[in-house]
């Protein structure tokens, strides 16, 4: 068999990479650095949009140029770097393709007002963690905190059960401390019109206003919720 004949690059130099590489390389590291911000860093500086994103300074830099000229981020007063207005309006499309947060709403804002504890609704972000995507909060002073597009674990956490498909007999997972030592939750995975879990519907708060009587009411209700959801989506989907 004959060897393959090296790669040759546009200038007619062989052994260079395709230009398609590169291409795909230099996109993977500009969201790497996009990725770098969220709610719980909403801006950092140079040297540490860098360092989380494993690059070196000089080519960081080079890239958030590129993505300042694009408005997908922008230099503030203090030197600093946030999203810039092109990444809100993509996160407005994106809010709006989500018809799962509209139809859950109603239900949500119900869960929360006859439990008066956190009533939230979480998708999986990856293999590892979820993230909520709508919360109604407590009306209690002492809450726990909003959470909405900060990614948890799914390992060890109510939702994270839920959303894997390990639920009780009664149709719902339970936890008594989490990544907060002091909350308990209860959540209950929603289905789509084929009985793919999609999404989960939870309710938590801090565990001394949550007595195991509660946590197992509670349980019903974002079953009750969970379903309702799922009965809407699939109805919609017929």
Do not use: C
Not at 164 to 172: Q, S
Not at 215 to 233: D, E, H, K, M, P
């Amino acid at each position: 068999m004959g060897t393959q004949a090296p790669a040759v690059a546009a200038d007619g130099r062989r052994g260079a990479k395709a230009p398609s590489e590169d291409l795909v390389r230099s996109v993977h590291r500009a969201f790497s650095l996009l990725s770098a911000f969220g709610p719980e860093q909403p801006t950092a500086t140079l040297t540490q949009l860098a360092r989380q994103s494993d690059l070196p300074v000089t080519t960081a830099a080079r890239l958030l140029g590129t993505l300042e000229s694009l408005n997908f981020v922008r230099r503030l007063a203090d030197g600093s770097y946030g999203l810039g207005i092109r990444l809100f309006q993509i996160g407005v499309a994106a809010h709006q393709t989500f018809d799962i947060i509209e139809i859950a709403a109603p239900h949500l804002a119900a869960l929360n007002e006859i439990t008066g504890e956190n009533a939230n609704l979480a998708i999986r972000s990856d293999e590892k963690t979820f993230t909520y995507i709508r919360q109604y909060m407590t009306r209690h002073p002492v809450r726990h905190a909003s959470w909405v597009g900060r990614n948890q674990p799914i390992k060890g956490t109510a939702n994270g059960a839920a959303l894997r498909g390990k639920l009780n007999r009664d149709g719902y997972a339970a936890t008594r401390k989490t990544i907060e030592p002091d909350i308990s939750a209860v959540a209950a995975p929603v289905r789509d019109a084929d009985g793919g879990i999609i999404a989960s519907v939870s309710v938590t708060g801090p565990t001394y206003r949550i007595s195991d009587d509660k946590l197992a009411r509670y349980g019903a209700l974002v079953v009750q919720t969970a379903n309702r959801i799922s009965g809407v989506l699939t109805a919609q989907s017929t």
